[in-house]
């Protein structure tokens, strides 16, 4: 504790192990994807729902219009059908740019631990060399 603020580790919020350490058993590694899946799917779901949200407000579509709408730009597809005012044509720009960072932030996310995982162990089999 530093003047009344407490200071925390950086190292204590690594979700890796070190390259020293030994690679994850296969349970734990399904339990740490599972962990990042979560995350992932977390992200899609608010995403989902802002666009949701979003198409509702601003170009005044039923429930499902605007779920069809969200998630076809959320999954990288693009738009269905025109827009019928300019504050949707707004907010489908704005959405659209968010969805392809939240996309590509989402496949980073599952990816990462695949990806660690792999590189781990062949580091681990050049030390053993």
């Given at each position: 504790?530093?003047?009344?603020?407490?200071?925390?580790?950086?190292?204590?919020?690594?979700?890796?192990?070190?390259?020293?350490?030994?690679?994850?058993?296969?349970?734990?590694?399904?339990?740490?994807?599972?962990?990042f899946l979560?995350?992932?799917?977390?992200?899609?779901?608010?995403?989902?729902?802002?666009?949701?949200?979003?198409?509702?407000?601003?170009?005044?579509?039923?429930?499902?219009?605007?779920?069809?709408?969200?998630?076809?730009?959320?999954?990288?597809?693009?738009?269905?059908?025109e827009l019928?005012?300019?504050?949707?044509?707004?907010?489908?720009?704005?959405?659209?740019?968010?969805?392809?960072?939240?996309?590509?932030?989402?496949?980073?996310?599952?990816?990462?631990?695949?990806?660690?995982?792999?590189?781990?162990?062949?580091?681990?089999?050049?030390?053993?060399?």
């Amino acid at each position: 504790m530093v003047h009344g603020l407490v200071l925390i580790r950086v190292d204590t919020f690594t979700v890796m192990e070190h390259r020293r350490q030994p690679l994850l058993s296969s349970s734990a590694f399904l339990r740490r994807q599972f962990r990042f899946l979560a995350a992932a799917s977390l992200v899609v779901g608010v995403s989902l729902l802002l666009g949701v949200w979003g198409y509702m407000h601003f170009a005044h579509y039923a429930l499902v219009d605007a779920f069809l709408n969200a998630s076809m730009i959320l999954g990288g597809m693009g738009p269905i059908g025109e827009l019928p005012n300019e504050g949707a044509k707004w907010f489908a720009s704005c959405y659209a740019l968010y969805s392809g960072i939240a996309l590509l932030g989402t496949v980073a996310v599952l990816l990462a631990p695949v990806v660690h995982r792999m590189l781990h162990a062949l580091h681990l089999e050049d030390e053993r060399r």
